[in-house]
């Protein structure tokens, strides 16, 4: 398609090259695949940054915060399973996380009362206490990082998003 001086409108990118995942389109992409690539090059830099922090700050990765975050919402533990399927990683990944955390005293497994041939993973006291700094810390980042958004767009943005995820044509049992 050309444009009222004749130039080729539909190669043009639309933001400097290299500059993030959605600098690379052009005009003649959907929009759909437009605002997914907004979204997802939003998303990775925003959690390179804070992958930053953690592993300067508290000397830990980001998938051991996911998992601390998800098991200090469930203070009674959670099955392996569950913490992956909640963390969108293998069974491997968060046994390998759990040892790890486990090595450190941060959590530990536990017998599942719901059925005594399975375990339960959840924080000890020392991992309460780790993840409380922790999720405080990262809570003022995320403030930081997003400072200069005002508070209305927010607001749009959550509203628009949550829309968003009910007309998800996704059949993941959500």
């Not at 043009?12 to 759909?32: I, K, N, V, W």
């Not at 006291?125 to 003022?140: I, K, L, Q």
């Amino acid at each position: 398609m050309k444009d009222a001086e004749g130039q080729d409108e539909a190669k043009e990118p639309l933001e400097a090259p290299g500059l993030d995942l959605a600098s690379r389109l052009t005009l003649e992409h959907h929009q759909s695949l437009k605002l997914w690539l907004r979204m997802l090059s939003c998303t990775v830099r925003i959690e390179n940054e804070i992958r930053t922090r953690l592993r300067a700050t508290f000397g830990i990765t980001l998938p051991r915060f996911d998992l601390m975050a998800q098991l200090e919402r469930h203070p009674e533990g959670m099955r392996m399973g569950e913490l992956s399927k909640r963390m969108m990683v293998t069974g491997g990944n968060v046994t390998g996380i759990t040892d790890q955390l486990e090595r450190e005293k941060l959590v530990q497994r536990v017998p599942d009362p719901s059925d005594r041939r399975a375990w339960a993973v959840r924080l000890t006291p020392a991992g309460r206490t780790a993840f409380a700094d922790m999720a405080a810390v990262h809570e003022r980042w995320i403030d930081e990082i997003l400072a200069d958004i005002p508070a209305e767009d927010k607001s749009a943005l959550i509203g628009i998003l949550t829309s968003m995820k009910g007309r998800l044509r996704i059949d993941d049992g959500r």
